[in-house]
């Protein structure tokens, strides 16, 4: 899992990363004013066999058409390994 966030809030962070630690699974943690940005690439490094894997995204649309798009041109089958939650920020 990949949890991108603008800010350091050290408590949420801390539940976060316990809850993944309870459920068993990997959690990347990126913060925007110290990390790089999230992208195709930093997850294809992250998860090197994640062709053979879905992604779920939920996020800013835009942002989800970005890795799509990605992703496809890496050879994902992205209309049955990527799907994306109907997301729009008001």
Partial sequence: MFHTTSGR???A?????????AAGIGLTILVGSCDV????????AAVPDCRQSSIW???PTAFGQFL???F?????????RFHQELFAMR
């Fill in 9 to 11: 809030d050290e408590d």
């Fill in 13 to 21: 962070l801390g539940k976060l990363k316990a809850d993944a630690e």
């Fill in 37 to 44: 940005r999230l992208t195709g690439e930093c997850i294809r």
């Fill in 57 to 59: 995204f939920c996020g």
């Fill in 68 to 70: 799509r798009q990605d």
């Fill in 72 to 80: 496809s041109g890496q050879g994902l089958d992205v209309t049955r």
